[in-house]
């Protein structure tokens, strides 16, 4: 390595490996990195040392060539002068994990920050994919602030299915209303399933995944274009060799994550969200991230920064492709450029390239229209996250991107009273409940009802379920209605193209709203006001206060014990309440 290439004060890892007063434990440090070959040569040579947060395995199939992938950040690490050193996260996959993943994103959290605050690493290379990996990760390096870049594993190639596109999830949720509409049958709802996952990689709509990759991107954290580039694309090899090079530069420069995220950098990352009809699961994600960041971004912001933006990105579920098609139409550089151009973006926020966003979109500028709109001929207007509150809940996020005409020609046209609608509610503790009594004829559920699920907040379902795109029962697919409006305190898939009122706090298990609402009670919806109230007067709702919260399932593992402890509501990032009191805590521990 030459002399330019070393940091020019003294590293955080030096203090283990190069600690002239603590002899005997540099030694006790040194020592059993060489068993498996490094040299101390190399440890105390004052080479900035790498972590490689390591979150593929088998028990993460959307991330797991990241083991792969890995061997290329380590030769850009090494050829950049630096080390690399490559640990495990917990795993985090989406479709798998029970009651669900939602629940071990701020455990993954928790262990990535013991790692990074207490092991010789001067930066990190964050390797994400699904859906809570990007989240956890970047969460844990701003507490942290070790100079840090997010490297995704990429989404799965596109699949085809009787020659037309099935994207990941979204395959799912149309299948099962024509399975359920005796459209197909069983065989052919796991063929189109199955079809969807053609190759390595995370899910390849705009789901969870690709959005979060998409947000650290927006947010300066990765590398210009890294978010879209499928997984199986040489591209993708190529970009882990220049994020490992890229790694090792960060921490020379000292740029940590504390420079990059800024309130700027949020908001830029909430109008992308808009353009490329993101996952709600962003607004949770985004909050954590922010808090753990101490910026201040508040519930109001989607709608003040977000909603107005229009959708830009024709990839399902919004729109009509997928991943390969969209990364060919220059993936988030392109979207973002757009948004530069029609003055939204702000363009001088920092970013781990070293150059402001606005030098790296320079040139970015779409050439398949037909995948990526311009800003002045978008594919749906205002197609952000419409925000509501009312004596149902405080918050609720409604994706207004995956709104049809149809949805919005029943519900929503009403003469003289556009943008309102009131409707019969049928409520259901949980999951369970909805599948066990969905199609009960007693129910009397018809296009005028509003399903409402409660019991799926963080606390309810501990990690928050994604079940509020509740489909209507057989009787109503059968006549062709695809879609009823929906509400709950649990979350959506992102992949899903349901017009659901989700992610409501306080959920039902604190208290919330939902807890007092009864089947037959009328809800009336009101968009252009953002409201959502059921029509109960304040003495019935305080009368039925005495009736108590409906009940939840007990604790089933000692960390669902802690995580309800702890954690905040889905409009607040469901954090762990006071986590974000520690921050920038990069120092070098004392060894006790
Ligand atoms: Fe892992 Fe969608 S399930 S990315
Ligand atoms: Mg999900």
New binding site residues.
């Given amino acids: 390595m030459s002399e330019n290439n070393k940091a020019s004060r003294r590293l955080r890892s030096q203090d283990w490996f190069d600690n002239p007063d603590h002899l005997d434990l540099t030694a006790l440090y040194l020592e059993r990195f060489m068993n498996y070959g490094t040299t101390p040569e190399e440890l105390r040579s004052g080479k900035p040392i790498i972590g490689i947060a390591q979150s593929g395995s088998d028990l ?3 991330n797991r060539h990241h083991l792969d992938l890995a061997k290329r950040l380590r030769d850009g690490i090494r050829d950049a002068g630096g080390i690399p050193i490559e640990f495990p996260t917990h795993p985090l ?3 798998c994990k029970r009651p669900t993943a939602g629940l071990d994103r701020n455990l993954a959290y928790l262990g990535l920050v013991e790692i990074l605050y207490g092991y010789p690493l001067d930066g990190v290379v964050l390797t994400t ?3 809570k990996t990007t989240p956890s990760a970047l969460m844990a390096a701003s507490t942290v602030d070790i100079p840090a870049i997010v490297f995704s594993g990429g989404p799965m190639l596109d699949g085809y299915h009787d020659g037309d596109l099935v994207g ?2 979204t395959v799912i949720w149309r299948s099962r209303r024509k399975f359920a509409a005796g459209e197909i049958d069983q065989e052919q709802f796991l063929e189109a399933a199955l079809s969807s996952a053609p190759s390595i990689g ?2 390849n709509t705009m ?3 690709s959005t979060m990759n998409a947000m650290a991107e927006a947010l300066g954290m990765s590398l210009t274009g890294c978010a879209a580039i499928p997984a199986a694309y040489r591209e993708r090899g190529q970009m882990a060799y220049r994020t490992g090079r890229r790694a090792v530069e960060l921490v020379l420069q000292d740029i940590r994550p504390s420079y990059i995220l800024t309130r700027a950098a949020f908001l830029n990352a909430i109008m992308v969200n808009s353009a490329i009809g993101g996952s709600t699961n962003a607004q949770p994600h985004l909050m954590a991230m922010a808090k753990h960041a101490g910026v201040a971004l508040n519930a109001d912001d989607w709608q003040l920064h977000g909603f107005e933006i229009p959708l830009l990105a024709n990839v399902q579920p919004a729109g009509a492709y997928l991943g390969e098609r969209f990364h060919r139409a220059g993936g988030v550089p392109a979207i973002m450029w757009e948004l530069l151009q029609a003055g939204k973006l702000d363009g001088n926020c920092p970013t781990v390239t070293g150059k402001t966003m606005a030098a790296n979109l320079e040139g970015r500028q779409s050439d398949d229209r037909e995948v990526i709109r311009s800003y002045a001929e978008p594919l749906r207007e205002r197609a952000g996250f419409l925000v509501l509150k009312g004596n149902l809940f405080d918050f609720a996020i409604m994706k207004m991107s995956v709104v049809s005409e149809d949805f919005r020609k029943r519900y929503l046209s009403d003469p003289g009273h556009e943008g309102v609608f009131e409707g019969k509610a049928v409520v259901f503790d949980g999951s369970e409940d909805y599948h066990a009594r969905i199609n009960d004829p007693s129910l009397a559920i018809d296009e005028r009802s509003i399903l409402v699920i409660r019991g799926a907040g963080p606390l309810g379902w501990p990690g928050s379920a994604e079940v509020v795109n509740m489909q209507p029962p057989d009787h109503l697919l059968k006549r062709g209605i695809m879609s009823l409006p929906t509400i709950g305190d649990g979350r959506q898939s992102g ?1 899903a193209d349901s017009p659901s009122i989700l992610n409501a706090s306080p959920e039902s298990a604190a208290g919330g709203g939902l807890a007092y609402v009864r089947t037959g009670d009328v809800i009336r919806i009101d968009f252009n006001a953002g409201r959502c109230d059921m029509l109960v007067d304040d003495d019935e709702i305080e009368r039925r206060h005495g009736d108590g919260i409906p009940q939840v399932a007990a604790d089933a593992t000692p960390w669902q014990m802690l995580y309800r402890q702890t954690v905040t509501q889905l409009a607040d990032g469901a954090t762990i309440r006071n986590a974000d009191t520690f921050r920038q805590i990069a120092k070098v521990p004392p060894r006790h």
């Fill in positions: 993460n199939p959307c996959f989406e479709n994919g699904c859906d990941s999830g995370h899910c789901g969870t995944a992949t």
